[in-house]
């Protein structure tokens, strides 16, 4: 096609793959969406397949198959599920740019490591995500939607009972009841889910506005009998409470969960370590065979009291499942929809056939978190004699 032929900017992505990942941040549909943009792509062997796309299905959608080494020379800008290791970061050269999660709330050493490394990083963790032109770039609601829908669907699989009422000629068996903690992308996607599957659905959330939400799906809305309203965070999103709005919060959740049998939290604060949600007190007083799936877990732990990553049964019989990794669980349309995301972004960044950066455009300001090239002083003076 003559638009690949005029390709000036190369993306590559590399195979990801991990005992949780198994996603990748390119799909064939999508490198036939970036030949229409110009971009041509060069991808590592086998880096699909765990998302169900092979070597040959990248090939006829008209991308390069190669090794990693080939990969990393050749691409002008990489994209990444995750991000890339500190090993893939040395291998780099200057003037490389890297597309992912690149945790710039929270490692500014690995962000060092990329300026030192001469490198462009892209973090999307720093979308603005209500900017309405950047929502098909947009990761976090991508795969927090992924993710909420799988964690009910891990939830119902872990539990030794149905979710919706049952009339059997031995007996009825009543639904169970499920409390989901933290109602934003991931909460709202699994009351959907938990609902269909037949589950009696409560749920809670700091932001007023949830209320609705939660209650417009069907679901009842926890009162805790606290109220955070004030001093909301920006942009409607959740504010970190204080240490003592955080102990009333714990004390009011460890009493009220008592009476479900799944429970899925899915809080976080934007750029914070997750708040904990239910203690261990509260995970003691829960049932034997109940199951809490907590998405917020991390190495910093999460929205649960003990948690970790994986899968534990407490001395009590409860199963706690500390799930990040959910979204990998629905590998093929996941990755999909972060291909188009991280696509979209990297389109965004290519003017004129190449690779560059606007920090006087609201996106590239936020996006960019290594190698910022200031505005040119030319551009600066022309956008103010335009103002
Ligand atoms: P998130 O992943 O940062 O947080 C998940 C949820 O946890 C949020 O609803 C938050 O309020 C909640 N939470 C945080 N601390 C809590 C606590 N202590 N107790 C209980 N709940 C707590 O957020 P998200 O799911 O990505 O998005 C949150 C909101 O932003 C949603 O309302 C969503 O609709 C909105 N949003 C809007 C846009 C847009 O306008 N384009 C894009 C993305 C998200």
């Given at each position: 096609?003559?638009?690949?032929?005029?390709?000036?900017?190369?993306?590559?992505?590399?195979?990801?793959?991990?005992?949780?990942?198994?996603?990748?941040?390119?799909?064939?549909?999508?490198?036939?969406?970036?030949?229409?943009?110009g971009?041509?792509s060069?991808?590592?062997?086998?880096?699909?397949?765990?998302a169900?796309?092979?070597?040959?299905?990248?090939?006829k959608?008209?991308?390069?198959v190669?090794?990693?080494?080939?990969?990393l020379?050749?691409?002008?800008?990489?994209?990444?599920?995750?991000?890339?290791?500190?090993?893939?970061?040395?291998?780099?050269?200057?003037?490389?740019?890297?597309?992912?999660?690149?945790?710039?709330?929270?490692?500014?050493?690995?962000?060092?490591?990329?300026?030192?490394a001469?490198?462009?990083?892209?973090?999307?963790?720093?979308?603005?995500?209500?900017?309405?032109?950047?929502?098909?770039?947009?990761?976090?609601?991508?795969?927090?939607?992924?993710?909420?829908?799988?964690a009910?669907?891990?939830?119902?699989?872990?539990?030794?009972?149905?979710?919706?009422?049952?009339?059997?000629?031995?007996?009825?068996?009543?639904?169970?009841?499920a409390?989901?903690?933290?109602?934003?992308?991931?909460?709202l996607?699994?009351?959907?889910?938990?609902?269909?599957?037949?589950?009696?659905?409560?749920?809670?959330?700091?932001?007023?506005?949830?209320?609705?939400?939660?209650?417009?799906?069907?679901?009842?809305?926890?009162?805790?009998?606290?109220?955070?309203?004030?001093?909301?965070?920006?942009?409607?999103?959740?504010?970190?409470?204080?240490?003592?709005?955080?102990?009333?919060?714990?004390?009011?959740?460890?009493?009220?969960?008592?009476?479900?049998?799944?429970?899925?939290?899915?809080?976080?604060?934007?750029?914070?370590k997750?708040?904990?949600?239910l203690?261990?007190?509260?995970?003691?007083?829960?049932?034997?065979?109940?199951?809490?799936?907590?998405?917020?877990?991390?190495?910093?732990?999460?929205?649960?009291?003990?948690?970790?990553?994986?899968?534990?049964?407490?001395?009590?019989?409860?199963?706690?499942?500390g799930?990040?990794?959910?979204?990998?669980?629905?590998?093929?349309?996941?990755?999909?929809?972060?291909?188009?995301?991280?696509?979209?972004?990297?389109?965004?960044?290519?003017?004129?056939?190449?690779?560059?950066?606007?920090?006087?455009?609201?996106?590239?300001?936020?996006?960019?978190?290594?190698?910022?090239?200031?505005?040119?002083?030319?551009?600066?003076?022309?956008?103010?004699?335009?103002?």
């Open positions: 096609m003559a638009q690949n032929q005029e390709a000036t900017v190369v993306f590559g992505v590399l195979n990801e793959t991990s005992a949780t990942e198994s996603r990748v941040a390119l799909t064939p549909d999508i490198v036939t969406r970036l030949k229409r943009s971009i041509s060069i991808i590592e062997s086998g880096a699909g397949i765990a169900e796309y092979t070597d040959e299905d990248y090939e959608a008209g991308a390069k190669a090794g990693r080494n080939e990969v020379a050749e691409a002008d800008a990489l994209g990444f599920v995750d991000r890339p290791s500190s090993e893939i970061v040395a291998s780099l050269k200057a003037g490389q740019w890297v597309i992912g999660m690149l945790g710039s709330f929270t490692d500014a050493d690995y962000i060092a490591a990329l300026e030192q001469g490198l462009v990083g892209i973090g999307i963790e720093k979308l603005p995500r209500k900017l309405s032109s950047a929502q098909s770039m947009d990761e976090m609601t991508s795969q927090n939607s992924v993710m909420g829908y799988k009910a669907i891990a939830a119902a699989d872990a539990y030794g009972s149905f979710l919706p009422m049952m009339t059997t000629a031995a007996g009825t068996i009543r639904p169970a009841k409390l989901v903690l933290g109602a934003g992308i991931a909460g996607q699994a009351i959907g889910t938990l609902r269909r599957l037949g589950a009696v659905v409560t749920a809670y959330d700091v932001r007023p506005a949830s209320k609705g939400e939660v209650e417009s799906l069907g679901a009842k809305f926890l009162d805790l009998g606290l109220d955070f309203s004030a001093g909301q965070g920006e942009g409607g999103y959740a504010r970190a409470l204080t240490a003592e709005e955080q102990a009333a919060q714990q004390a009011a959740v460890d009493e009220k969960a008592a009476g479900f049998d799944i429970i899925i939290t899915t809080a976080k604060v934007p750029g914070r997750p708040p904990v949600l203690t261990a007190a509260g995970v003691k007083g829960l049932h034997r065979g109940a199951v809490v799936v907590d998405c917020a877990a991390s190495d910093l732990g999460g929205n649960v009291e003990g948690s970790v990553i994986g899968e534990q049964v407490t001395e009590g019989g409860v199963k706690l499942i799930a990040p990794y959910l979204a990998s669980g629905v590998a093929t349309t996941a990755s999909n929809l972060l291909a188009r995301n991280v696509a979209d972004i990297l389109v965004h960044f290519v003017r004129d056939g190449k690779l560059s950066q606007d920090l006087s455009e609201e996106l590239d300001d936020a996006l960019v978190v290594a190698g910022r090239v200031a505005t040119q002083p030319d551009a600066a003076e022309s956008n103010q004699a335009g103002n």
